[in-house]
Structure formats: C-alpha cells, structure tokens
C-alpha cells in the first residue's frame, strides 16, 4: 500500500510540489494572521489619533484668545463675588444702597443657611461657588421699591430676588402709599 | 463459465478484453486535471499570501509616517488640549453665574411690567412672587407662583385683566405652562366692590420623554 | 482543454502481421483515413511495433492509444453445437457439460462466449428460441497474454474481440448484403491449427477445427528440399523466393483431406453445392496456399469487393484510401468495424 501510494506521488511531480507549496503558504498565512490583524487595528487607532488631532486643531482656531476673554470675564466676576466671612462689609453694602436710593430699609439678616435650591441636591446646584441669602424688609412707596430692585439688578456683587411680598403698608408717606416689602435676596459667594 | 458480456453486443463480436488487468488510462486526462487544480490553487494560496504581506508591509510604512505625523502634531496637540481645559474650567464659573440667574422672571422688570398693564379699575393691595420645587417625571423642577390680591371695580375688570395676563408676554415664558386661577370673596355690601385673589402659576412643562437635553439644558 | 474528437485505431493482430486502421472515431457512420500494415516476419520487439503504431495515430503524449483490436489467441475454438430442443438449450447447466463433454473445453479456465448460429447475435438463454448455438472463445490465459502483448505495444483494447468468429461475421454480412444463397466455405489457416466453417445464408452450420496447421508442413519440405532442419524449412516457407505451386499440393494433402471431407459431407447432407471459398489471415506470400485449396476442391477463392460492402455499413474511405487490391486476409480488419445488427436486413433465419 505504502508502496502504491510513493508510486502515485512520484507520478504527479507537480502536483505534490503544489501540495508542499499551499502547505507552506498555509501555515504561514496562518501564522502571519495574527500580526496582520495587529497592523490593521493600530493603523485604525492612529487614523483615529490623527483625526482628533486635526479636529482639535479646527476647534482650537483662536483659542488663545478666547481663554484670555474667558479668563479676564472670570476673573471681573470673582472680583464682584461677595466673601462670606466679611458679614459686616455684606451688611453694609445693603445699607449704602439705603442711603443712595434714600429708601428705609427695616431690617436685614443674614439666613444661616445656604439656600436649598443652589446647595448640594438642589435644582441648581452651584458647584464653584456658594450663595448667601438675605431677608430684607424695606418700606417706601411703589416707584422707590421698584427702584431698589432695579438696583439690586445694576450692582457689581451677583444679586437674585428669589421671592417678594409687597404689600400695602399702614403710614402713609408724602409721595404717595408706602408699601411693605419683604425681599429673599440670594447673592453669589465665593 | 465467464462471459463477457457489454450493453449489446454487436452481432459476431463478442467482446473478450479482461477489463481487471487494463491499466487505468484515465490517470493520463486525470493527470493533466489534478496538476492543473494544483497549480491553479498553489498559485492562489502563493498569491494570497503574497497580498497579505505586501500590504503588511504598506501597512507598515503608512504606520511610520502616522507615527511621525503625531510626533510632529503632538506638542501643538497638548498644548491646544490645555488651552482648552483652560478654557472649559473658566467657562465654568460663567456657566455657573448663567445658572444663578437663570428664572423664568426676574422680579424688577415683572414688577414693573406688572404696573404697566394693570387696569385703572383694579386695586392691587399685594403683590408676591417665589419659586418652589415640584417634582416632575421623578425628578425636581421649578415653578413660580405670583399671587396679587385685590379688589376689582367690578367682575368684568377681573376677568379682563385675567385675559391680559394671559395674553401678556410678561408671562409668555417658554417651557413654561401658565395657570390662573382667581378666588373671590363676595362684593363688599359698603363699597360695592369684589375681593379677588388671583393665584398665577408657572410650572415647567413636562417633556414627553425625559432626553439626555436636561442635563445640558444647564449649559444653554 | 477539449482535443479535437480522438480517432479510432483498429488492429488486427495475427501471427503474420499486423493490420491496422485509423478511422474518424469507433460510431458509425465513419471514414476509414488510413490503412497501415506490419509484417511480422521476425521477431519483433514491442518498441517497434509501437512505432509502427505512433506513425499511424497521434498517442498524444500518453501511454496507450485506445484501440479496438481482433486477436488470434492460441486454443481459441469457435464450435457450432444444434441442441435437441430450444428448451434443452435453456439449461446453462447443460450447455456447460456440453463444453466439456463434446468440445473439451474446460468452462472454469476459458473464456467462453454463446452465440445464436443464425445471426450471431448474444444467446440470452431466457429469450432466446433458438436450439442452434455457436460456442466461441478461448482460455483466459490466451486470451490475457494477447491482451498484455497489446498493452505493451502501446495499444489500450477497448474491445479485445476473437478474430476468427470476427470474420465469419463479416463474411455472412457481405454473403447478406450481395445476396450470395449459396454456401460458403471459410478456412482459416493459421501455424498451429486450423479451422473449418461453412456459413449458408448467413447462418453458421459447419465449425470444425483441425488440430495441426502451417507447422506440419515444415517436417515434409524439409523432407523434400533435403534441408538441414526444421527451421530453414520454415524460413524458406516463408521467404519470397521459393515457388511452392508445384510442390504445393503434396504438402497440404492433409489440410485438404479434411476440407475435402467437411464439404463432402456437408453437401451429402444438405443437397446443396458450396461454390466459394473464403481464405482468411493467409498472408500474401503464401498465396500458392489459396490456389492449391481452390484447386483441389474446384471452389473459387472468394475475392470480396470490400468498398460498396463498407459503405452498405456507413464505412466511408478517405480520399487517397484504395481497398481494392486487398486481400480476403483484410476481412477481419473491417469485421471488427461492422455493426451487422443495425443493417436492415430481415431475412429469415
């Protein structure tokens, strides 16, 4: 048997080379298969590398600047945050107001509390910052309310009027009805 | 006794060949098919093989230029990365004041948008605004309630008034639903006018389907 | 890859020579396109006669050519045997024993075909409903050994075919197809035997052989020449340049006393007068054979006219192929190309 099949073998010269030949390249693609598949895949993570860098280079397009803008606005709003152990330099700030707008402030205390709503777990939670809340009592009538809140609105330190009760007040003032007005004021701190 | 027998024998001519000792000639034709499919296979494996490392070996080269190019990109790179850390960390404190700010109503211009389209006829004796939590889908939003109480000339005054807030732009804030609702007491028998007590609300508008948009909707 | 449609090669191959043919294809209708002959008059390595082969036909690189060959192996016997009945003759049992017992054949060591005497056609014994048969064959041996002196000579046997009954086939066809009623008597003529056949309208009726041949002449020419031995006897027999006319009929006086004896008999028997006889295999340089025979039973020598026969046979001749001057000894050849069973004859048997 053994001798029938060398004698097929020697017939086909060819054939069995070819058969030696596929083997070899068989085994070597096998072999080589998997380096291959690492080629591939590194050529795919730098052709992605590549591709961030020269999105980041798009979006990068004047950036200097721009964190310069950023940088200077940030640091214009620092500036006008109030700081939280000065009490009475906040305190006074209302009371300049006070005297500016020539309207009675009745009372004024600080909450010792920071409001829920921009504390941990609040709707808007403030990560960067912390917010100090005023309740403020003022008396006058409607156009110098008014005007005090405009106020609020145009000074330098972050001022928010959370809530108001105005109501009409019992004196009565020469400008007109005087009103009672309860303010929950939230400033930003640092 | 053997016979040799085939389909059908032509007439006179047996057929006597011992088919068991002829030598098998189709290795002849066979000969040239089997070393035909070798070859015709060696060369596709060859051939395969061959491609696969040329392109290893392009690979290889595109590879190294890669490599080189992000060698060379690579310090802008970091240094456009930082910026825009930078960037994005001082953007921050922006986002964070946006966010301080950000309310449907801002008390001074309600106010003072209030007093413009309040009607002669009606009397405000309170105004008051603030803001609650409300839960939503599971989750906590925002709503304002203003209540202005009052006393109106007449009924009609009221529900003229009520038309305006609801028209007005005052209270026209998107996202928001607007709810009025009015409480009246009975007309005063000495002054011959109606109590009311107007309750309006703005309560966040509930979104059909909550959307990853609520988280970035801080960042607007 | 698709060769152009291979040609056919027939061989007859007799102690004498080789006869050869190279035609279209083995199907009918074809053209015989050329005709080559190898006289085997010394001994002859297979090389040689692979040449001669190689010269014919295109072997196209291979090994082997396939052929279709008519041979002559040695103890090859084509017996005629008439059964009691039709149903006796059924019994393959009995048909056996017959081979045995009546024709010494052994049926284990020989290779045996049956055939229906009236038209040659395979005895089928569940069919058949004839009780007249033709035994025909030889042993496995002879038979193996011409079929390996083929295949050494470079020829592929796709048929392997006996010579003999071959011929007698060929011979009732042409007797059909010219409408020859008489009978005719065939001889064959070979070195170690002999075999007699008469054939009356296509039908086998007498087969006998003879048990000596050609060999029993050399022991009396050596005798009459005064030669040294039985071996330049048998050279000169064979050489060209001895003239046996005279000499002729005292050395086949045996072979003739048997013919004269099977015809005799025959025409006692039957009533009718054999006009014709039929000399095959005989080669050409022994033609003084063939006259002795016709003389010495008064036949005449049964020249066939081989073209209008072929082409009754859908065998056509290539331009520049001449049959005309070939010999009886040529029938086997075109035998072996015949397909007698499909030529529309229905004569009654």
Not at chain 2, 168 to 191: P, S, W, Y
Not at chain 3, 35 to 63: T, W, Y
Not at chain 3, 80 to 95: T, V
Request: with cysteine; charged share 25%; aromatic share 10%.
């Amino acid at each position: 048997m053994n001798h029938k099949l060398i004698r097929t073998l020697k017939e086909y010269p060819i054939a069995v080379l070819c058969a030696v030949v596929i083997l070899v390249c068989s085994a070597a693609i096998f072999l080589r298969g998997g380096a291959a598949l690492q080629l591939s895949a590194k050529e795919a993570d730098l052709n992605s590398r590549i591709r961030t860098i020269d999105q980041n280079v798009k979006n990068a397009k004047g950036i200097r600047e721009d964190v310069e803008e950023v940088e200077l606005l940030v640091e214009q709003i620092e500036a006008r945050l109030f700081n939280r152990d000065q009490r009475a330099v906040n305190i006074n700030f209302f009371y300049d107001v006070e005297d500016r707008l020539g309207i009675r402030i009745a009372n004024i205390s600080q909450m010792p509390t920071e409001d829920a709503l921009y504390s941990k777990g609040g709707v808007k939670e403030l990560k960067l910052h912390s917010t100090i809340s005023y309740n403020l009592s003022l008396n006058g009538t409607f156009q110098q309310i008014l005007a005090f809140l405009y106020e609020l609105h145009r000074v330098d330190p972050m001022i928010r009027v959370a809530g108001f009760q105005i109501a009409k007040g019992g004196a009565r003032g020469s400008d007109g009805e005087t009103l009672d007005a309860r303010l929950r004021l939230v400033v930003l701190a640092e | 006794m053997s016979k040799r027998k085939k389909e059908v024998q032509p007439f006179w001519r047996p057929n006597f060949v011992i088919p068991a000792e002829l030598p098998d000639i189709k290795v002849v034709r066979t000969g040239f098919i089997i070393n035909f499919i070798a070859i015709t296979l060696a060369l596709c494996v060859a051939f395969f093989l061959l491609q696969r490392e040329y392109r290893a070996y392009v690979l290889g080269h595109t590879i190294a230029d890669m490599e080189q190019q992000i060698r060379v990109a690579n310090a802008d790179d970091v240094e456009n990365l930082k910026s825009s850390e930078a960037f994005r960390s001082a953007a921050q404190y922006v986002v964070e004041v946006e966010k301080f700010y950000s309310a449907p109503l801002q008390a001074h211009t309600f106010l003072y948008s209030l007093a413009q389209i309040k009607p002669e006829d009606l009397i405000f004796n309170s105004v008051s605004l603030s803001e609650t939590v409300v839960k939503q889908n599971g989750k906590n939003a925002l709503a304002y309630n203003i209540n202005i109480t009052g006393d109106a000339k007449s009924l009609t005054v009221l529900d003229d008034f009520k038309k305006i807030l609801e028209d007005a732009d005052l209270l026209k804030v998107e996202g928001f639903d607007l709810q009025i609702d009015e409480t009246l007491q009975g007309r005063d028998e000495k002054t011959g006018i109606f109590p009311y007590r107007l309750a309006i609300s703005l309560t966040p508008r509930v979104k059909a389907a909550p959307k990853s948009g609520e988280e970035g909707g801080d960042a607007s | 890859m698709l060769s152009p449609k291979t040609k056919g090669l027939f061989v007859d191959l007799s102690e004498f020579s080789i006869l050869a043919a190279r035609t279209s294809g083995y199907r009918i209708p074809l053209v015989i396109e050329e005709l080559a002959e190898f006289p085997l008059n010394s001994d002859h390595s297979a090389e040689e006669i692979r040449e001669f082969f190689e010269q014919l036909v295109d072997f196209k690189g291979s090994g082997y050519f396939v052929s279709r060959a008519g041979v002559y192996p040695e103890g090859r016997f084509v017996r005629y045997y008439e059964a009691e009945s039709a149903n006796k003759a059924k019994d393959m049992g009995f048909l056996s024993d017959v081979l045995k017992s009546e024709f010494n054949v052994d049926p284990d060591l020989g290779s045996v075909a049956i055939l229906d005497a009236r038209d040659g056609s395979d005895f089928d014994p569940g069919t058949s409903l004839s009780k007249r048969l033709v035994f025909c064959g030889a042993p496995t041996d002879a038979f193996q050994a011409q079929q390996d002196h083929l295949l050494k000579c470079g020829i592929y046997p796709e048929r392997m075919e006996l010579s003999t009954v071959t011929t007698l086939g060929g011979v009732s066809d042409y007797a059909h197809f010219n409408e020859i009623n008489a009978p005719i008597l065939c001889f064959e003529l070979t070195s170690k035997s002999a075999n007699i056949f008469i054939i009356n309208k296509g039908q086998v009726e007498v087969a006998r052989p003879v048990p000596f041949g050609l060999d029993s002449i050399y022991p009396l020419l050596q005798r009459e020449l005064g030669l040294k031995d039985e071996a330049s006897a048998r050279k000169l027999f064979f050489s060209n340049t001895f003239d046996f006319a005279e000499m002729g009929p005292k050395l086949l006086r045996r072979m003739t006393k048997e013919l004269q004896a099977s015809t005799g008999f025959y025409e006692v028997q039957t009533g009718l007068t054999i006009e014709a006889v039929f000399i095959s295999v005989l080669p050409k340089n022994l033609g003084w054979v063939s006259k002795t025979v016709s003389d010495s039973l008064g036949l005449e020598i049964m020249q066939p006219k081989l073209e209008k026969w072929l082409e009754s046979l859908k065998i056509k001749l290539a331009e520049g192929v001449e049959v005309s001057n070939l010999g009886a000894r040529w029938m086997g050849l075109f035998s072996l190309m015949g397909e007698f069973h499909l030529r529309e004859e229905g004569e009654s048997e």
